[in-house]
């Protein structure tokens, strides 16, 4: 008996190693593919880094040596040399064609750090004789005149990208040398952090403009215009995709093709497939809409979506004319066409998550937070189908689960106390009876506030006659309370109107 038990206890120390056993090999294992994770991810960023620095390096060197060759010593004649007679390859994506407008900002770009240098005391004769003193010099001078920081790094990536094709590829920096570089030459550059989420929406219902109404009253005087802008709305085209559209073509019955072109088709030479929406209403708009561009190009040679006789650069010209002509701009109706874009963006976020667009601020964060996975996968399906490949960048369009910086949060806290310390306001809020009252929009985000901004608090209070008067005393008399810095005002709504403000809330402590 005493064997046996002997017998068993081995047989569990026995066990017990060989779990301890597979333990290691697990964590081993696990630990070597971390290492090798890290490697990987090394070395793919350092190929992308080789290749971003070599790709078309010098596709431009033959032509410029003819250009100089024909205008020796005229470094602009060459500039033009080049942009007229060279083949300039697209930066990014695929293998295509550079855009033609973006060609000419290369150009211009070129021609204008010319005319810089020439004033600096430095005449270049010929696009060869480019030294990296000469991009320090126009650093330098674009940093003295006050230029934004994201201006100069504009300015900078154009020059770089020249100096690439022209088969001078480390003459710009690039990276940690670059910024190594510009404090070996006591150049300091401010970055100010821009939000590439939107802070607010942009659609033209939130400023409080019908899409249809406006558009037909363009079709009135303006048929194919309207109908760009249609498109825009009904599928999310960019102005310059609708504006040469070819609805008969790319009617695919269930969707449509936007076609990659240089010269008025999909962005980056990236075709797409816009697919219907599921919603019964809008599919049968989006086919009427097909429908009735088809039977306007039939009079133009190509099927496309533009005023006969009209070539691209044209054609833009007058789809942004009648735009002003009809009060489609920032100044006076508050929206601008894109806005139609950002409606199609919001409308299939909706469609595809069952939520509204954080930007929208409906739904409470932790809401958001306990979908990330279907929110996920909405952002790829909108991304692809407004012709971008990264899911972030319908962050601009759509807003995003708010994720603070340490500054940020700082600037939201300093609010909340600034509001919170105010013996005024919490007088004023207990004789008007209200529940709660909450910090919203760019001040509960913590963006720093500037001129023209509103600090913008929602209430919460039992509707009656009187609502609207008593916000409205609470509004006039908030900006005097908490001496409200000059050029900044004040916004409260009521909780049931907040469905057009910002989509974080923080609630205020000011009833105690």
Known sequence: MAKEVSDKDGGRESTDRNEEKRQRRAEQRAQEKEANRQMREEWAAQKAADTKKQRNTGALARVA?????????????QAVYLATHGQWPAGTGRRRPMAESTLTEHKDALIRALSELKKEGMHVSNLSEIRRKHVRALIKRWNAAGLSYETIQNKVSKMRRLMTLLNKPDLVPRDSEYVEWLRDNGIVLVAVRKSKVALESKTWVA??????????KVRTKHPIVAMCLELQYAFGL??????????????LGEALHVRADARGGAKGGKSRTVPLSNDPLIREWQKDALKRAKELVRSHRQLRLTVPDKDYEQMQTHYYYVCRK??????????????????YAQRR???????????????????YRANEEVLREGAQKVSLDMGHVRPS???????SVPSQSK???????????????????????????????????????GVRLQKGDSVRLVVDKDASPQSAIEIGVLQRSLAGLIKLEEGLGVQVVH??????????????????
Request: hydrophobic content about 45%; overall charge negative; aromatic content about 4%.
């Open 65 to 77: 040596q003819r250009a100089e060759f024909a205008h020796r010593n005229n470094a602009v004649a």
């Open 495 to 512: 909780t049931e109107q907040a469905q057009d403000e910002r989509d974080m809330f923080i609630e205020l402590h000011l009833l105690a």
């Open 393 to 399: 960048i319908t962050t601009a369009y759509n807003g």
């Open 326 to 343: 009809f009060g489609i701009t920032m100044k006076a109706m508050g929206v601008v066409p894109h806005g139609l874009r950002h409606m």
């Open 407 to 445: 500054e940020e949060r700082a600037r939201t806290q300093a609010w909340i106390d600034r509001l919170e310390s105010c013996d005024g306001l919490k007088v004023l809020v207990k004789s008007l009876e209200l529940r709660a009252v909450y910090l919203s929009g760019k001040a509960a985000q």
């Open 238 to 251: 960019r102005a310059a995709e609708a504006t040469h559209a070819e609805p008969v073509s790319g009617d």
């Open 349 to 367: 976020h909706l469609e595809l998550t069952g939520l509204p667009a954080p930007v929208v601020g409906t739904v409470p964060m932790s809401v």
């Open 207 to 216: 400023k409080g403009v019908d899409p249809m109404e406006v558009i037909d």
